[in-house]
T-cell receptor, first 114, second 113 residues
Framework: NAGVTQTPKFRVLKTGQSMTLLCAQDMNHEYMYWYRQDPGMGLRLIHYSVGEGTTAKGEVPDGYNVSRLKKQNFLLGLESAAPSQTSVYFC?????????????FGPGTRLTVL | AQSVSQHNHHVILSEAASLELGCNYS??????LFWYVQYPGQHLQLLLK??????LVKGIKGFEAEFIKSKFSFNLRKPSVQWSDTAEYFC???????????FGTGTRLQVFP
């Protein structure tokens, strides 16, 4: 049981390049989230999904796209990277129930855009 | 808009000192409350959570938090900190009319031996 995993762990991009971050969870969780973490700003929600085939915008969705084709995977895409997207990206998942509503986080992806 | 505030941005303590980190949230009805910890270079881990019942909740590593509904607060406490508590602490709130967690900006705790 690996929990939440993220690929890759580190990446350096040039401005204008594109990339996809992969999040995978093996806990059969319905909900999945993508956050970015920047110094002094905490975690900000980019996009999230409440089930396979559904996605929704969070606080800071501009410049990102997501897809949830399979329940266990949640992809975050940057079509044209900008230096402002330099950040640490965390994926999280949770099961929706009345008694347990904890989000489980992946190890993060450190992205630098030059 | 729903928001979470952590007023202490950076706290420096000596070992054995007591700790209290503040967390306040905007009114939004029923809430679930969480404290997460992020040790240097690691991902976020759950410290404790409150859903209902006793407003004083105990978590891992000797941490506890008290939910005061009238003050919209969920402060984190530890009677005696250790060097290994050096980390960043995040308060997060799930407002139950949404599917999202709203995080505070975090408090960086440094504990010196």
């Amino acid at each position: 049981n690996a929990g939440v995993t993220q690929t890759p762990k580190f990446r350096v991009l040039k401005t204008g390049q594109s990339m996809t971050l992969l999040c995978a969870q093996d806990m059969n969780h319905e909900y999945m989230y993508w956050y970015r973490q920047d110094p002094g700003m905490g975690l900000r929600l980019i996009h999230y999904s409440v089930g396979e085939g559904t996605t929704a915008k969070g606080e800071v969705p501009d410049g990102y796209n997501v897809s949830r084709l399979k329940k266990q995977n949640f992809l975050l895409g940057l079509e044209s990277a900008a230096p402002s997207q330099t950040s640490v990206y965390f994926c999280a998942s949770r099961r929706r129930s009345l008694s347990t509503d904890t989000q489980y986080f992946g190890p993060g992806t450190r992205l630098t855009v030059l | 808009a729903q928001s979470v505030s952590q007023h202490n941005h950076h706290v420096i303590l000596s070992e054995a000192a007591s700790l209290e980190l503040g967390c306040n949230y905007s009114y939004g009805g029923t809430v679930n409350l969480f404290w997460y910890v992020q040790y240097p270079g690691q991902h976020l881990q759950l410290l404790l959570k409150y859903f209902s019942g006793d407003p004083l909740v105990k978590g891992i590593k000797g941490f506890e938090a008290e939910f005061i509904k009238s003050k919209f607060s969920f402060n984190l406490r530890k009677p005696s900190v250790q060097w290994s508590d050096t980390a960043e602490y995040f308060c997060a709130v799930n407002f139950l009319n949404t599917d999202k967690l709203i995080f505070g900006t975090g408090t960086r705790l440094q504990v010196f031996p």
